[in-house]
């Protein structure tokens, strides 16, 4: 299949991925003498650090995502496929993808992460993940179809499993999806189900580690698990998910927590792309780079973003997989090509940290800043809520979240819980959005027994 591009005597500079970094090395090339082709499986650019918000209610998927096409509308160099790239081949600089074979000069990927499992496959079969806004709504109708069944059983044991819900991985994303599970339980789920003793749901959040937000301070660590206390979730430390089979979620061979809704945050893989040589992939799949984001023995290669192993004296284990890190990467390898086009020789990257920060509920949220400057609380919370305004892409999408959370803020409530779209497991894409092999399919049987996990009921 032909894609169309247009021919033309500038080079060609092909970017996979329209995440953060594929969007912002886009943008920066507007003005440069090269052709910019972007591909992406989806006609979007996805807002990542708010999709548990999407998966809580508290914030329509529409406003965390902005058509690519709409982003780059007038850009004169810009042109767009949407399309899966299957296979790179440096040897002809050619892309094999979905919809046909692109050429370039340059390639750079930005392809992002995908959920790790730790090949751990009934986890993988079974859980819910939290990486696109197909799962973020997936879940969020997950959770309501099973509060919907949990009205329908007399049974204690299957009520409760229905109701439980256990986050698996203490980092941001574990941490802002329990405490926004916990204000649900407090303000919208009591309105919408009063036939329910919500007293027996229980929200985990289990950590292999000895602390949650295991990269931030010691005292944002503190106050969130304080903050997590306060809100009834069940923060069990040191302990590991292995298995999650009919209904249980098992932290020992015979322990388990009796649950449906098991939520997998535990930790991601560079997305790489085939075609590379093996031994450019490094830990977690990352695709190694040197310091202009080159790949390694890959002269007209480049990564950036999560998918970018870059490693550095102060991170020997690589940049972490964060948004900023991402854009850095992409505004230093915009201005790194023009010097290769000029016979210039790149400049190496330097990562700004400029403080990383986790909310927990309203009011309550924990920042760091460079210079081991810690806040928490209301200020923590109006600050985390005006960056992530700001960095929404689109002027819609920031005025529909400011009405939405100010909605949330004055009426203790959430507007989206509507099961749009029923989710069965059976359903279950990918994060490559192929149909997983094989899913449940058997009625789950219940722990006749009491939960293996007894603990206060929550408030
Ligand atoms: C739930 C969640 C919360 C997060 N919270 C925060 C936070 O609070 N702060 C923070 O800094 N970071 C946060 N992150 C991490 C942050 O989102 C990532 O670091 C950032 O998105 C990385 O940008 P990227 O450009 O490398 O990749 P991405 O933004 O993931 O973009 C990758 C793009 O590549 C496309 N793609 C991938 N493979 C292919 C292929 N083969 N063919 C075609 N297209 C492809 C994808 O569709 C996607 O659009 C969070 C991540 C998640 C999942």
């Avoid at 329209?18 to 591909?39: D, E, T, Y």
């Avoid at 007038?74 to 046909?100: C, H, I, W």
């Avoid at 920060?357 to 309550?364: D, P, T």
């Avoid at 005025?399 to 949330?408: H, K, P």
Wanted: hydrophobic share 40%; proline share 6%; net charge positive.
């Amino acid at each position: 299949m032909d894609t169309n591009l247009p021919v033309s005597s500038l080079p060609r500079v092909v970017i996979i991925g329209c995440g953060f970094g594929g969007l912002r090395l886009a943008k920066s090339l507007r003005h440069a003498p090269v052709q910019v082709v972007v591909v992406d499986r989806n006609n979007y650019h996805n807002f990542q650090p708010l999709l548990y918000q999407v998966a809580t209610g508290a914030l329509e998927a529409d406003s965390i995502a902005y058509p690519i096409r709409k982003i780059f509308a007038g850009q004169k160099n810009f042109f767009y496929r949407m399309a899966d790239v299957e296979q790179v081949d440096p040897a002809t600089n050619t892309l094999r993808t979905s919809v046909g074979s692109i050429r370039y000069d340059y390639l750079v990927l930005a392809t992002g992460s995908l959920t790790n499992f730790f090949g751990l496959e009934s986890i993988e079969r079974n859980a819910m993940q939290i990486k696109s806004i197909p799962n973020a709504l997936n879940l969020r109708s997950f959770i309501f179809q099973n509060f919907e069944k949990a009205l329908l059983t007399d049974d204690p044991a299957e009520k409760q499993a229905l109701m439980n819900i256990v986050v698996v991985g203490g980092g941001p994303t574990g941490v802002e999806i329990s405490g926004s599970l916990a204000e649900m339980r407090k303000h919208v789920l009591p309105k919408d189900y009063p036939e329910l003793d919500l007293r027996a749901m229980q929200i985990f959040l289990v950590e292999a580690g000895a602390e949650l937000l295991g990269p931030m301070s010691k005292a944002s660590q503190a106050d969130a698990k304080r903050y997590l206390d306060e809100l009834g979730v069940l923060v069990k430390l040191n302990t590991s998910i292995k298995k999650f089979e009919d209904n249980r979620a098992y932290y020992s061979e015979t322990k388990f927590i009796p649950t449906e809704n098991l939520v997998w945050a535990a930790g991601v893989n560079g997305a790489e792309v085939p075609g590379l040589p093996p031994e450019v992939v490094a830990r977690n799949k990352r695709i190694t780079v040197n310091r202009w984001n080159q790949v390694e023995g890959q002269a007209h290669i480049f990564a950036i973003g999560d998918v970018a192993n870059m490693v550095t004296d102060d991170m020997p284990r690589g940049l972490p997989m964060l948004a900023p890190v991402a854009q850095q990467q992409a505004e230093h390898l915009a201005e790194n090509l023009l010097r290769l086009l000029r016979g210039e020789t790149p400049k190496d990257f330097a990562y700004k940290n400029k403080g990383s920060m986790a909310i927990v509920s309203r009011n309550k949220a924990v920042v760091d800043l460079p210079g081991n400057v810690h806040f928490n609380g209301i200020f923590g919370w109006a600050t985390w809520l005006f960056v992530h305004l700001m960095t929404l892409v689109g002027f819609r999408n920031k005025v529909v979240a400011f009405v939405d959370w100010a909605f949330s803020y004055f009426s203790s409530d959430q507007a989206l819980r509507l099961i749009i779209r029923p989710f069965s497991r059976r359903d279950v894409k990918d994060d490559k959005g192929k149909k997983s092999a094989e899913h449940r399919t058997a009625t789950p049987e219940y722990n006749p027994t009491p939960p293996a996990i007894q603990t206060p009921a929550a408030s």
